[in-house]
Each structure stands twice: as structure tokens, then as C-alpha cells.
């Protein structure tokens, strides 16, 4: 099977089993109003990080299963793990089992990274960089997608939580799509790396160290997703908005990074990744400043637009930071290192930003998001600048 069939596959397994997980934490409310009556509101917000904190904790374990007992296994093992917790998610009749099929969901799936490794051993080492910008666009594709078809649901008037029993015939059917897919893909001899740069150009940097990397990670997560939850009532109340307005603004830098990922990542293939991401993190800092501190509507969608181009310009070179320092012995274990790494920090962008804008406001929330941006890529050019060239990549 070609590559690009391969790619392809996993791309669209990859957004079936996205599209729950990203569509029904917004309708919650209206889920456990039928499950648990009165206790809705109170729990909303503990119950929409359960399954990405259950994700934090076993990503790892499955990664380095995949290791040992082969990324295919592992991928199949995800998608029908995410069909089960709907299931459950559908039938459950109490709090308590509700609550354990997110955990479920959490601890079984784990989608993303399982398709990032298996990806790495399919693919030619120099465009698994490209591949991840891809699996993070079919996430964010999702992301916009998702809530309104599960909504559009809702208005047709399935029972809210019904709306499980569908969503989980998606990872059933990305399981009979991956099933013909091979076991392995490219032998290790057919790897380039990409530290070696392609045939022909000048040698790439040496990779930065993948805590230094796990770190970079973690400071955009915080700048990027402290502001996601209060995004949609924060642009109704400060413009007068509708909800539908206030959505489309939400969604503007998602919709430019499926536009712009693809030639975004091709430019940075054979360029030094961090002074890119550092740039990225400097455009959403600037952005977001803006955004906290106008009273414009064209000028907010203006700042959601540029902050578009620099969450994809940040993305495509931390993807490309990471596969630089993918081993094929290991990939498993590394993607669900940096899996749960991301999920750890999106969990404490959204209870940081709660306590913020409880305590201080909309306005120093924003400010804050852009420090965080700030500092982060502060830290990585001053990480790159203590990576140095090895003495036979100089010398030439």
C-alpha cells in the first residue's frame, strides 16, 4: 500500500475518532440534565477535563505498548477503546457510570498519539513532520465540525445523550478502515533523518532536547488554550454579538491553520524549526494583547485572524521539532510522552484561566496568555542559542 494511502487512512480514522470527543463536551449540560438532574452545573466543569486528565495518565503506557507490541495493534486498540466508552456513555443510567465512561474515554482512547506513531513507522522519517501537521489539522477540522453536527442532532430532536450511540459508530467504521492497512510500514533503512537535512542542502541543527521541547510545548498550550472557554461569552458581551457570530470568531484561527499548515510545513522542512516557533509564540502574545485590550469587532477578527497564522506557523515547527527527535524504536513511547504532556497543560490552561478570570478578569486573562507566549519563546531562542552545530556538521 502506497504512503499516501496509508496517510490518508489514518488521517480520516483520525478525525472519526475526534469528532466525539471534540462535538459533546459542549452539550454536557444538556446530557447530564437527563442523567442527573440539578447536579449539571456544578459538575460541568470538573466532568469536561475527566477523560483529557484519564489521557494525561495512560498515554504513555499505551505508547510504549505500541513499542513493544506493534503501532497497528495499538491504533485498532484506541479506536474501539473510544467506541466502547460511548457505548457505555449511551447506556449509562446513573452519575456514577456516566462518569466512568469518560474516564474510559480517556483511558482507552488516546487516538492522536497512537495515529502520530503509527504514522512515524509508515512514512519516510522526512514527512512525518508534514503527517502531524496534518493530524493536528483533521483534530481541528473536528473541532469546528463536531459541535455543529452534534447539535444539528440535538435540534432534530435525538435524546442528548443518544448522541453517543452515534458518535461511537465512528470509531467502529475507523476500525474496519485500518484493518487492511500493514502491520509495519517503511523498513528503518528507508528512513532519512531529519537532522541530516534533505540531499543536497546545508546541515541542519542538531534537535533541541525533548524536555527542552516538552517545555515549549507546554508554555504555547498555556498561551493558546487559557482563553478557549471564555472566547465565545467574552466577543458577545464586549460587541453585542449572537452566538453564531461569536463562534465563527472562535473558530477564525482553526479555519486559517487548515489553510496554511500544509504550506507552512513544506517552507520549514529543511529550515531550523525554533526561531519559527519562537515567532509563532511572539504573534500569538501580540494578538492577544490586542484582542484584551480593543473595543473594535473588525479589529478583534482582525487579531483572531493573525493569531490564526501564528498558532499554525507555532504548530508546524514544534510538529517539526518533535520529528526530529522521533527515534523508531521508541516513537510510541515519545508521542505519548508528549501527548500527555499537552493534555497536562491544556488541563492547567483551563483551570488557570478560570482562576484568573474569576479573580482579575477577562482583560488580565488575555495579558497573561500573552506573557505566557512571551516567555515561551524567550526560553526557546535562548535554548537554541546553547545548541550547537557537532564539529563535523561545522567544519563543512
Same mark, same amino acid.
Given at each position: 500500500m502506497s504512503p499516501t494511502r496509508i496517510k490518508a487512512t489514518v488521517l480520516v480514522c483520525h478525525f472519526a475518532g475526534a469528532f466525539g470527543p471534540m462535538g459533546l463536551p459542549p452539550f454536557l449540560g444538556l446530557i447530564l440534565a437527563g442523567i442527573a438532574p440539578g447536579a449539571g452545573d456544578r459538575l460541568i466543569g470538573w466532568l469536561y477535563i475527566v477523560p483529557t486528565a484519564c489521557l494525561a495518565l495512560a498515554a504513555p503506557f499505551w505508547g510504549r505498548l505500541a513499542d513493544r507490541w506493534g503501532r497497528k495493534p495499538l491504533l485498532l486498540r484506541a479506536q474501539i477503546g473510544l467506541a466502547i466508552s460511548f457505548l457505555?456513555?449511551?447506556?449509562?443510567?446513573?452519575?456514577?457510570?456516566?462518569?466512568?465512561?469518560?474516564?474510559?474515554?480517556?483511558?482507552?482512547?488516546?487516538?492522536?498519539?497512537?495515529?502520530?506513531?503509527?504514522?512515524?513507522e509508515a512514512l519516510p522519517r522526512r514527512e512525518l513532520s508534514q503527517a502531524l501537521n496534518l493530524t493536528q489539522a483533521s483534530a481541528r477540522l473536528a473541532l469546528i465540525l463536531s459541535p455543529v453536527a452534534v447539535g444539528l442532532l440535538i435540534d432534530a430532536h435525538f435524546v442528548p445523550q443518544n448522541v453517543y450511540f452515534v458518535v461511537a459508530l465512528l470509531p467502529l467504521a475507523a476500525v474496519a478502515m485500518l484493518l487492511p492497512l500493514p502491520a509495519r510500514g517503511a523498513p528503518t533503512s528507508d528512513i532519512v533523518a531529519l537532522a541530516a537535512g534533505a540531499a543536497g542542502s546545508r546541515p541542519a541543527p542538531p534537535p533541541l532536547p525533548r524536555g527542552a521541547i516538552m517545555a515549549a510545548q507546554t508554555g504555547f498550550t498555556l498561551a493558546m488554550i487559557s482563553t478557549f472557554p471564555f472566547l465565545v461569552p467574552y466577543s458577545m458581551k464586549a460587541f453585542g454579538v449572537g452566538a453564531g457570530t461569536a463562534g465563527w470568531l472562535f473558530g477564525v484561527p482553526h479555519i486559517v491553520y487548515l489553510f496554511a499548515c500544509l504550506p507552512l510545513g513544506r517552507h520549514l522542512r529543511d529550515r531550523d524549526p525554533a526561531p519559527w516557533f519562537a515567532a509563532g509564540?511572539? &504573534?500569538?502574545?501580540?494578538?492577544?494583547?490586542?484582542? #484584551? /485590550?480593543?473595543?473594535?469587532?473588525?479589529l478583534f477578527t482582525i487579531a483572531r485572524l493573525a493569531m490564526g497564522m501564528g498558532m499554525t506557523?507555532?504548530?508546524?515547527?514544534?510538529?517539526?521539532? &518533535?520529528?526530529?527527535?522521533?527515534?523508531?524504536?521508541? #516513537? /510510541?513511547?515519545?508521542?505519548?510522552?508528549?501527548?500527555?504532556?499537552?493534555?497536562?497543560a491544556t488541563i492547567a490552561a483551563s483551570i488557570g484561566g478560570g482562576v484568573i478570570a474569576a479573580g482579575v478578569g477577562i482583560t488580565a486573562l488575555f495579558l497573561a496568555a500573552a506573557l505566557c507566549g512571551v516567555l515561551t519563546a524567550v526560553t526557546v531562542l535562548r535554548l537554541r542559542g546553547t545548541t550547537t552545530l557537532p564539529r563535523s556538521a561545522a567544519a563543512e
Open positions: 457505555l456513555a449511551g447506556l449509562a443510567g446513573s452519575l456514577p457510570v456516566f462518569v466512568i465512561a469518560l474516564c474510559l474515554q480517556g483511558l482507552l482512547g488516546g487516538t492522536f498519539s497512537a495515529s502520530n506513531a503509527y504514522l512515524s509564540c511572539l &504573534i500569538v502574545a501580540a494578538m492577544l494583547a490586542v484582542q #484584551a /485590550g480593543t473595543v473594535s469587532l473588525a506557523l507555532g504548530y508546524v515547527a514544534l510538529n517539526a521539532m &518533535i520529528a526530529r527527535t522521533i527515534e523508531d524504536a521508541s #516513537a /510510541g513511547r515519545m508521542f505519548g510522552w508528549f501527548d500527555s504532556g499537552a493534555k497536562l
